[in-house]
């Protein structure tokens, strides 16, 4: 007795019936399916794959056929190879666009049982012609581009706009006839306000496009981050307002592969946001820990993260602009130009990481907490260390 006879009702029938379609559905499908034995050579190559690639089944049956494949979609004999040697399927895998077609696949492997009298399994390679998708992709990817720089461009004319309107009045109204020599002197305050104003801008707007890694080297973000406390600890705007900085210093080494100055200048923003916001004898926390979950590790392709986290006291960050204080140019403080919080999240997202925003009691809206994770190397890393050893001896 076979476990079909066991099976009640019609159900063996449904079952080759099942095996019948499935065959079928394989010949049929506009999905490209083929099979390449542990040896490299064919094994079963269904119409459509036999459509696309431009190749006859009857043809390249049994014969050693990766290396054609390779030719004619540079990638897809490549990661059959690999699945077959390190037993690992595929999930996706784009292939480089063909030389002639210029089309490009989007691959998927399997492993197959062995087939009769072979130690090794078969490998089923599943792929589509995506090359319309990624076509569109770029297209949407430039218009997004384009989009941003136009926004960009329009928000730093606005900005510009308003200062030299205010000098252009200024230098008109003292050229003009019959201005006192106090209306003169209140005049060129302003100009030279408003020029202060635009310098600022101007160069905070070149740090803005600075941020850059282009010599990734390991960084000792802890000291980054002392160093930075004890300048804003100094700033004026701090001290003016009495408010408090501490920091909580981890107890170990922390290395961050980056640039160091773009580090800095992110931290720095962060943290004087922070002093600025805490309000009169307020004060800011600062501190950076090992996290220790690995949930959030996956998402960021990373084994070890680091959380600095800036917590302040001030009013917090109203939920109806949350969204908008990494924008470019949002500012809700006098003098600002909001060019800070945008500058952090590009320093941030050069280093592999991210920044959140919450309230530290969000029913009172009460102090802000900004929380940046980043990848950091393995702790036996040090700076004499060339990063390349120091990944491959210590790290994941
Ligand atoms: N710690 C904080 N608490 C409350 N609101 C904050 C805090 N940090 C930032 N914000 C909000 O986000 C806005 C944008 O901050 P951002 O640092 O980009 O610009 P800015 O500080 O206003 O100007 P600057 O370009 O000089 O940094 C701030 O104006 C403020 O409204
Ligand atoms: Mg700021």
């Not at 009298?117 to 792929?127: E, H």
């Not at 569109?136 to 606005?158: Q, T, Y």
């Not at 070149?206 to 960084?219: A, K, L, Q, W």
Request: one cysteine or more; hydrophobic letters at 40%.
């Amino acid at each position: 007795m076979t476990e079909l006879d066991t099976i009640p009702g019609d159900a063996p029938a449904d079952l080759r019936r099942l095996r019948f379609d499935f065959g079928d559905l394989l010949d049929t499908i506009g999905t490209c399916v083929l099979i390449v034995d542990s040896d490299g050579r064919l094994a079963y190559l269904n119409p459509a794959a036999s459509d696309l690639l431009d190749l006859r089944s009857a043809d390249w049956l049994d014969r050693p056929i990766l290396r054609e494949l390779n030719r004619a979609t540079p990638g897809l004999g490549c990661v059959i190879e690999r699945t077959a040697r390190t037993g690992l399927p595929i999930r996706r895998f784009e292939t480089a666009p063909a030389e002639e077609s210029g089309f490009v696949l989007g691959v998927s492997t399997a492993l197959l049982k062995p087939r009769e009298g072979a130690l090794t399994p078969s490998v089923a390679a599943i792929f589509q012609d995506i090359t319309e998708k990624v076509r569109a992709e770029g297209l949407r990817r430039r218009a997004e581009r384009l989009e941003a720089v136009a926004e960009l461009g329009a928000s730093l004319a606005h900005e510009i706009k308003n200062p030299l309107t205010s000098i252009r009045s200024a230098v008109e109204q003292i050229v003009g006839v019959r201005a006192e020599p106090e209306d003169t002197r209140l005049l060129g305050a302003l100009i030279v306000r408003e020029s202060d104003r635009l310098s600022r801008l101007l160069g905070e707007f070149i740090d803005f496009g600075r941020v850059r890694v282009i010599d990734p080297r390991p960084v000792d973000f802890r000291a980054v981050v002392s160093e930075v406390v004890n300048l804003v600890r100094a700033h004026p705007d701090t001290r003016r307002d009495g408010v408090e900085l501490a920091f909580d210093v981890p107890p170990r080494d922390v290395y961050v592969r980056g640039a160091e100055e773009v580090l800095h200048r992110g931290v720095f923003n962060l943290v004087l946001n922070a002093a600025q916001w805490a309000g009169r004898n307020g004060s800011v926390n600062v501190s950076l820990e090992d996290l220790k979950s690995d949930l959030l590790s996956p998402a960021f392709g990373a084994f070890q993260l680091i959380r600095l986290s800036v917590r302040d006291t001030g009013p917090g960050v109203q939920d109806d602009i949350r969204d908008r204080i990494f924008d470019p140019f949002f500012t809700r403080r006098s003098g600002g130009t909001g060019l800070g919080l945008a500058l952090v999240q590009r320093a941030v997202e050069a280093h592999g990481g991210a920044i959140f925003v919450d309230n530290v009691r969000p029913s009172e809206c009460t102090g802000a907490v900004f929380s940046v994770y980043l990848p950091t190397l393995p702790h036996a890393v040090s700076v004499r260390q060339p990063i390349s050893t120091a990944v491959r001896d210590g790290g994941p």
